[in-house]
């Protein structure tokens, strides 16, 4: 055991005095989680600034604003007035207003009067979802309007009397239509960005740690030192597990890192402590069947390094660690549970939707191990075809 | 652990080494045996087989046939407790360059598993011995060429080994730190510890070891001491003529002189032709004569006293450089 110690000491050593290992595995994916927190703004509230320019003056267009400013919308809609259409043209262009209503002259007449004028919205192809919004609540209200209109003539024209429509009219708008598009905040437990792309860009810069070990085996055994570990009372599973608790430690370390930095700094969370715990020494296990993997596979520094890259974008590219495993395909959802880092980003999105325990983390665990044992096993097969007598 | 067999006098006993490498035969039947204290020089050219014997009497590579023990201990089925008593320096400067001097002595000491205090005692020690105490602090990759040498000889002693192999330790080294070098493993020698010395230096060589064989193509051409080989072409002189000419052919027809024993071309270009040869004031004429019928332009004659150099052209028909 002294001895497994001493090789893992000594490749620790070695890494943590190579700056471009430092910048990788622990630098590189705090700063790109903190991009994208700050790019996000760390949470996923939608905000939309709407501006209302008013030419009608009636009662309609009142109701339109009414409706902005209501408390169903308030979390969600700012509202801004506008004297003319050509001031509002130039706050959504400036994009001090993300769209703006612009209820026309004659917006209240034409209603009652059955004759049209068409309420604009003025948007910009920046902030093309706020835009939508503002016509929904539009297309909205004046449906509903319309809705008030027809109810009251249906029942002038049924014979109710005329000296009841103000009162029918009234009663008209209290209703609401059977369906209608109403905000709501995200509840609490929702997934924070950070929650995802923190330990999503911890694994992708971890499992570059498959290429530094992988190098360093064949850098070793090109300085010639590896046969100097061989001509010691030095057995070759010591040796190998040495080198494979530093691979070990080192890409637990760079995890913990990322996931304690995203957490502390950016305000990620997790419902289970325990749960990224596990999910982190699983794909730290995994990092090092992988890198046994490289040095069984190839032959050179060159090779290691090549066969690596080409594993860790095959990997990061299926398992989602780019994007959010709800906006890919069905098959590429699929392809992910062939990956273990597509195993840890669906249990760290459990966890980070406040799922906890086994319930999160079990199939997670499981279907790394399975990877993690697959990976071993072509590992170890392919070591005996190698030996040389 | 096996119980000690073959020679328990013996440090290192190889008997009957073979190793192919594919239909190439690397080494052939090595024997060889080292006594305590006794330093061994396997002398031969480039590619004679000397690496791969050291090799396999590290335990680093398991010959096809034939055994290895260390101080009796087979170093097949005893590996661990045979391999405590080898120190193994490679060819190569194998060390970490991104590690100091003393991390390196400490690293390769604790692979032998010394327990804390004797390590440092021991890596103190071996620093004065390489006399590399004021720059143990340092990084090897900031040592100059001599220094990784000593360092890399260092690394294989910190241990304390009963047999140290060294393989070609001198090759690429300035004259000083060469010198350094020999100095210490004649020490080494005389502290008693078994040293296994591979070279293609004959002066090395001769200078260093109790006992030199001579391997020529994966064989074990001859063993013995520097004066017992010697002696084996006492009667012979070793002639170097400098010429200008065709010498391929001029060295092709002295080949077939009766009193010529071994021929072959030497220099930067194939300048010098040398001959083991019988008498050779007596064949001077007749060399002479000969050059003058094929053309070739003599500039310059030399009669040497048998050398060991002399004696590989005498066994192998060839210069150890060549």
């Known amino acids: ?389 | 652990m096996n119980a000690p067999a073959g020679n328990p006098a013996a440090v290192l006993d190889c008997a009957h080494l073979v190793r192919r490498f594919g239909d190439r035969t690397a080494v052939d039947d090595v024997s060889l045996r080292i006594a305590p204290g006794e330093t061994y020089g396997l002398l031969g050219p480039n590619g004679a087989g000397k690496t791969t014997t050291i090799r396999m009497a590290c335990g680093l590579l398991r010959p096809d046939t034939g055994t290895v023990r260390v101080a009796g201990l087979a170093v097949t089925t005893a590996a661990g407790p045979a391999k405590k008593l080898i120190g193994f320096v490679p060819q190569d400067v194998a060390l970490y360059p991104d590690l100091s001097v003393r991390e390196n002595l400490r690293f390769f000491g604790r692979l032998y598993r010394l327990s804390r205090r004797a390590l440092e005692r021991r890596v103190d020690e071996v620093l004065d011995l390489i006399e590399l105490r004021d720059r143990a602090g340092d990084r090897v990759d900031a040592l100059s060429g001599g220094m990784r040498r000593r360092l890399n000889i260092g690394a294989g002693l910190v241990h304390s080994p009963t047999l140290l192999v060294l393989d070609e330790p001198t090759v690429g080294v300035d004259p000083q730190s060469r010198h350094a070098i020999l100095e210490s493993v004649t020490r080494f020698g005389e502290e008693g510890m078994a040293v296994l010395y591979t070279t293609h230096y004959m002066e090395e060589a001769e200078r260093l070891c109790d006992r030199i064989g001579i391997i020529d193509r994966g064989r074990l051409v001859a063993e013995g001491s520097p004066r017992e080989l010697v002696a084996l072409v006492a009667e012979r002189d070793r002639v170097r003529l400098s010429a200008v000419g065709d010498l391929a052919s001029y060295a092709d027809a002295c080949r077939g002189m009766a009193r010529v024993e071994g021929t072959a071309r030497t220099g930067d270009h194939g300048e010098v032709v040398e001959l083991v040869v019988k008498d050779a004031r007596s064949l001077l004429p007749d060399l002479l004569d000969l050059a003058h019928d094929q053309q070739v332009d003599i500039r310059s004659v030399e009669i040497d006293e048998p050398d060991l150099e002399a004696v590989f052209l005498h066994l192998t028909g060839t210069a150890l450089r060549e």
Request: aromatic content about 8%.
């Open chain 1, 1 to 389: 055991m002294r001895v497994v110690l001493a090789i893992a000491a000594k490749d620790l050593r070695q890494r943590l005095r190579d700056r471009s290992a430092w910048v990788i595995v622990f630098l590189a994916p705090v700063l790109i989680s903190a991009l994208m927190a700050l790019a996000f703004n760390n949470n996923s509230e939608f905000r939309a600034n709407i501006g209302v320019v008013d030419l009608d003056h009636g009662p309609a267009a009142t109701g339109l604003t009414q409706v902005l400013n209501s408390p169903e919308l308030e979390d969600t809609v700012h509202v801004r007035s506008y004297g003319d259409e050509s001031a509002a043209r130039r706050a959504v262009d400036a994009g001090r207003v993300h769209a703006a209503i612009v209820v026309p002259e004659g917006f209240t007449q034409a209603l009652h009067g059955g004759t049209t004028a068409p309420v604009k919205v003025l948007d910009s192809v920046d902030f093309g979802l706020q835009a939508q919004l503002a016509r929904a609540v539009t297309e909205s209200y004046v449906a509903q309007v319309n809705a008030d209109r027809l109810s009251v003539a249906t029942a002038v024209a049924a014979g109710a009397p005329q000296r009841d429509v103000p009162e029918l009219a009234a009663k008209a708008a209290l209703l609401r239509l059977p369906e209608e598009v109403r905000a709501e905040g995200l509840p609490d437990d929702a997934l924070k960005v950070i929650s995802y792309f923190g330990p999503s860009m911890g694994m992708f810069f971890v499992l570059f740690t498959v290429g530094f070990g992988a190098r360093g085996y064949f850098i070793e055994q090109q300085q010639g030192t590896l046969d100097r570990i061989a001509a010691a009372p030095v057995g070759r599973g010591a040796l190998l597990l040495g080198k494979s608790v530093s691979t070990f430690v080192y890409s637990l370390a760079g995890l913990a890192t990322v996931t304690l930095v995203s957490w502390l700094a950016f305000g990620a969370s997790w419902a289970d402590p325990l749960g990224v715990a596990a999910l982190s020494v699983a794909m730290a296990v995994c990092v090092v069947c992988l890198t046994a993997l490289v040095i069984a596979l190839v032959r050179t520094e060159q090779q290691a390094q090549g066969l690596a890259s080409i594993l860790v974008f095959a990997l990061v590219l299926l398992g989602g660690n780019f994007v959010f495993a709800s906006g890919t395909t069905p098959l590429i959802r699929r392809l992910a549970l062939f990956t273990p880092n597509g195993w840890a980003l669906r249990g760290f999105t459990d966890l980070g939707t406040g799922v906890r325990g086994w319930a999160a983390v079990g199939a997670p665990l499981l279907g790394i191990a399975a990877f993690s044992a697959a990976v071993a096993l072509v590992t170890a097969l392919l070591l005996r075809l190698r030996r040389t007598p």
